[in-house]
């Protein structure tokens, strides 16, 4: 069974950056597209980027675009999620998801991390 401890998360000034980690454990991840979602209060959870399995694709959301960045590590069987210049509508609780594909993102995750809470606040 696949099982995700995220981590990274915590309070940052608007400007400043974060790396959240997803590090799986139970499967190795080279299958899997790995999806980062956010959910902030009150809001529904939304999509913030995408990494595909193997075929080196990336998606990104418009608001997230230039300045968050996905990366994989199928060594460390770990996903990333470098955040800079954050803004204080980032906030929010975030999560890493998998799904098996063989290319490309998928619609839907069937496997999902606990959540890590990052805070952007002066």
């Known amino acids: 069974q696949l099982q995700f401890v995220e981590s990274g998360g915590g309070l940052v000034q608007p400007g400043g950056s974060l790396r959240l980690s997803c590090t799986a454990s139970g499967r190795t991840l080279d299958y899997y597209a790995i999806g980062w979602f956010r959910q902030a209060p009150g809001k529904e959870r939304e999509v913030v980027s995408c990494i595909a399995s193997s075929d080196g694709y990336t998606y990104y959301s418009a608001s997230v675009k230039g300045r968050f960045t996905i990366s994989k590590d199928n060594a460390k069987n770990t996903v990333y999620l470098q955040m800079n210049n954050l803004k204080p509508e980032d906030t929010a609780v975030y999560y890493c998801?998998?799904?098996?594909?063989?290319?490309?993102?998928?619609?839907?995750?069937?496997?999902w991390g606990q959540g890590t809470h990052v805070t952007v606040s002066s």
């Open positions: 998801a998998a799904e098996i594909t063989r290319d490309g993102c998928p619609k839907d995750f069937g496997s």
